[in-house]
C-alpha cells in the first residue's frame, strides 16, 4: 500500500494549517493498494519524537476498504474516531515544545483481515488489541513540524 498527502512530501514540513495551534485541520490523505482481502482500514498519527515518549496525535476506525482517503479535516460519523493524548476524540495536530527540533509525525495506515470492532473513543491499547493478528498491510507517510 502508498500513503501519500497532497498537503506535505514525505519528511516533509506539515503546514501549520494543520497544526494544534491553528485549529486541530487534519491533512488531506490519499491511499492506494488495499489489498483485496482487507475488510477494513486503521489511521493514526503519532509523535515518536514527543519528550513524554510517543504521543498519539490521531486514530480511526472502521475505514471502509472501498475509500481511497480522507479530505482535509474530514469528520464522517461512521467512522470510529480514538482518544488522541490531547484527550480529544479525533484529530490532534502537531504541537512539539517550542525550540525543539522538527519532530516526526508517523501516519500509519493499516489494513485488516477481520473487522476491528473499536467505536469512538476508542484507547490506544483497544487499538493494538484491534490490530494484534490482524494486519494484512501498512503505509507509512511521515512529516515534519517545528515551532
Not at 500513503?3 to 491511499?31: C, K, M, N, Q, Y
Not at 515544545?97 to 485488516?112: C, E, I, N, S
Request: net charge negative; proline share 10%; aromatic share 8%.
Amino acid at each position: 500500500m502508498t500513503l501519500t498527502s497532497p498537503a506535505f512530501t514525505g519528511d516533509g514540513p506539515i503546514p501549520v494549517t494543520h497544526s494544534h495551534e491553528s485549529g486541530d485541520v487534519s491533512p488531506e490523505l490519499r491511499w492506494s493498494g488495499v489489498p483485496a482481502a482487507c475488510l477494513e482500514l486503521l489511521l493514526t498519527c503519532e509523535d515518536p519524537d514527543a519528550p513524554g515518549g510517543t504521543f498519539v496525535h490521531w486514530m480511526l476506525g472502521g475505514i471502509p476498504p472501498e475509500r481511497d482517503g480522507l479530505g482535509a479535516g474530514e469528520d464522517r460519523p461512521r467512522i470510529a474516531k480514538g482518544r488522541n493524548d490531547f484527550g480529544d476524540n479525533g484529530y490532534g495536530g502537531p504541537q512539539p515544545p517550542v525550540g525543539d527540533p522538527a519532530h516526526r509525525y508517523v501516519f500509519t495506515l493499516y489494513a485488516l483481515r477481520r473487522p476491528s470492532g473499536l467505536t469512538s473513543g476508542f484507547s490506544v491499547d483497544d487499538l493494538r488489541a484491534a490490530l494484534k493478528d490482524n494486519v494484512l498491510a501498512t503505509a507509512t507517510l511521515v512529516g515534519t513540524y517545528a515551532r
